[in-house]
């Protein structure tokens, strides 16, 4: 489970954090497609930023008390 945080190179915040989904340990997954980095929640919706726009992104697990 994670919750996905970027920056963005114009200052400004885009975040994404770990909700969860009832029935399983669903949460959001990060990947990079081309030149995107390409977020995906719980149910399947996906949100494209493109790289170019990206000062950095921060992915953190959440354990859970593991």
Excluded: C, Q
């Excluded at 945080?5 to 770990?18: A, E, L, R, V």
């Excluded at 980095?37 to 950095?56: F, H, L």
């Amino acid at each position: 489970m994670s919750s996905i945080t970027f920056h963005m190179k114009d200052g400004t915040t885009k975040s994404f954090p770990h909700v969860g989904r009832p029935g399983g340990s669903y949460t959001k997954r990060l990947s990079f497609e081309g030149e995107f980095a390409v977020v995906t929640d719980e149910y399947g919706k996906r949100t494209a930023i493109p790289a170019a726009d990206i000062a950095e992104v921060i992915e953190e697990p959440d354990y859970n008390g593991w």
